[in-house]
């Protein structure tokens, strides 16, 4: 049932919580509702190293620094010039990869949701950058159409001179140990 059942939660927060707050809010309201208790171990799982490709990195690095942090506070109001941004949109079996002034160090998680398997930055680059690219999925549960006019993952990330190499290494795995049905209100 946990895979199949959907649930609508509706709460409201006092204040002008901040993410972390709400992130809190909400394992204390998975806690209580569902009654979900959890925790995280290291396993040795398949990841994927994130290297430079042969010839070098082919991406500009940013170099207008100008740019303005969101304000949580108000999400509806988006700056002009935003930095700091990383949106993996799914698109059926694609991806669409928005990065606006952002590291490769926070680039790495919607990169290893993408390729299906956490990613771990060995690259050793330094600075920000921007991309805009789209790219068909390697998740397993996405559409198997695969649309030929759009470039795989593996293929985008060598034209920006990055490469993923498969292996081995200790990740943070969230483990249930306890969950029941939530009863109704």
């Known amino acids: 049932w946990i895979e199949s059942d959907r649930y609508d939660l509706e709460a409201t927060a006092s204040g002008s919580p901040n993410r972390e707050q709400m992130m809190q809010m909400l394992q204390v309201l998975l806690a209580d509702r569902f009654k979900l208790r959890v925790h995280t171990e290291q396993r040795e799982e398949t990841v994927y190293h994130l290297v430079v490709a042969k010839g070098g990195l082919r991406v500009q690095k940013k170099t207008n620094e ?31 990869w928005t990065v606006v002034n952002n590291d490769v160090q926070h680039m790495i998680g919607p990169l290893g949701v993408a390729a299906g398997h956490p990613v771990l930055d060995k690259t050793n680059i ?15 549960d996405a559409e198997a159409v695969i649309d030929p006019s759009v470039p795989s993952l593996f293929a985008v990330l060598d034209q920006l001179g990055l490469k993923l190499e498969p292996a081995k290494g200790m990740v943070d795995v969230l483990v249930i140990d306890h969950i029941e049905r939530p009863t109704p209100n």
């Open 126 to 140: 330094t600075g920000t950058f921007d991309l805009d690219l789209e790219f068909a999925g390697q998740r397993p």
């Open 66 to 96: 100008n740019c303005a942090q969101a304000d949580r506070t108000h999400p509806d109001v988006a700056p002009s010039n935003p930095c700091g941004n990383n949106w993996l949109r799914s698109k059926g079996n694609h991806f669409q």
